[in-house]
């Protein structure tokens, strides 16, 4: 508190006196009241608009404050003067948050070079990837941030959705299991993604998954949709039809679930009971008689 006063003493005493308002500045950020040191690193650039230390300060406590705009103003000010460091990985979290991957990726980039063993900014360049859709980049990052973190099942997990993305179905499911090898929680939704890349390479593997999936999520449009066009492609088809048609009967108004309940039954052989089915979804949906022409896929 005497400290506190001062400071206010001494700037009142002599406004322009840069080195009492940094050092009053760093005793507000000490106390935690970081806005009222914003204030104050303010007013040492009005008088000294590139003051290194104020810019760096500035910056640092807007990125506390979450004020990713500031961040970006005060830090390229900072990193133009060549005095980047940290700089980098804060600019390219603004730009991150404010959407502009662009940038985002150039400052974080340098922030990798400087730290490559910060997890914190490995990763966050690899979810920049993701959003540009670089998912290459992404699986490169995201290996060196296993290597960082080698127990960490969230990363491993990551890499199996990466590698899916990209219809590495195999290296998928690798990730996958290796990710629940690790801890991670095998809820629906892992089992769902699981299940969905063994269908890539395993039909009945993939199957077996997602029957798993159904007992907790009975008559799930998708994942029943899922099934039924694996069978298909497996020329299972009086399976494929009893799915498709699972599906028509608990959503009557999915007339391209009907539609391929015919298709598959004419498949099987069953042109008669086939060709009926894929009328009626056709007085359903006319649009449906192109289908007659093209190869349909959900």
């Given at each position: 508190?005497?400290?506190?006063?001062?400071?206010?003493?001494?700037?009142?005493?002599?406004?322009?006196?840069?080195?009492?308002?940094?050092?009053?500045?760093?005793?507000?950020?000490?106390?935690?009241?970081y806005v009222y040191a914003v204030d104050q690193f303010k007013k040492v650039l009005q008088n000294n608009a590139r003051h290194t230390v104020a810019l760096q300060k500035i910056t640092e406590v807007s990125f506390l404050l979450r004020r990713w705009s500031d961040v970006v103003s005060y830090g390229k000010m900072l990193a133009t003067s060549g005095k980047g460091g940290r700089m980098n990985f804060m600019l390219g979290k603004a730009y991150y948050e404010e959407e502009d991957y662009g940038e985002s990726e150039r400052y974080l980039a340098l922030a990798v070079k400087d730290e490559p063993a910060s997890l914190e900014v490995v990763k966050l360049l690899s979810e920049v990837y993701i959003e540009l859709s670089d998912y290459k980049q992404a699986i490169n990052l995201y290996n060196q941030a296993t290597a960082l973190d080698p127990k960490n099942a969230g990363l491993v997990y990551q890499l199996g959705l990466l590698h899916y993305t990209l219809n590495n179905e195999k290296e998928a499911v690798k990730y996958f299991e290796l990710a629940a090898e690790k801890g991670y929680k095998t809820d629906l939704d892992f089992k769902e993604n699981l299940g969905m890349a063994y269908l890539g390479f395993?039909?009945?593997?993939?199957?077996?998954?997602?029957?798993?999936?159904?007992?907790?999520?009975?008559?799930?449009?998708?994942?029943?949709?899922?099934?039924?066009?694996?069978?298909?492609?497996?020329?299972?088809?009086?399976?494929?039809?009893?799915?498709?048609?699972?599906?028509?009967?608990?959503?009557?108004?999915?007339s391209k679930a009907l539609y391929m309940t015919g298709i598959a039954y004419n498949k099987k052989g069953d042109r008669n009971l086939g060709n009926s089915l894929c009328e009626k979804a056709i007085q359903l949906d006319p649009k449906l008689a192109e289908l007659k022409r093209l190869s349909y896929s959900f």
């Open positions: 508190m005497q400290a506190d006063k001062n400071f206010k003493k001494a700037i009142e005493f002599d406004t322009t006196n840069i080195d009492a308002r940094i050092e009053y500045a760093n005793l507000l950020i000490d106390e935690r009241k395993n039909v009945e593997k993939g199957i077996e998954v997602l029957n798993q999936v159904l007992e907790k999520k009975p008559g799930n449009p998708e994942i029943l949709l899922q099934i039924a066009q694996a069978h298909f492609k497996s020329r299972n088809f009086q399976l494929a039809a009893d799915t498709f048609y699972k599906v028509y009967q608990n959503d009557p108004t999915n």
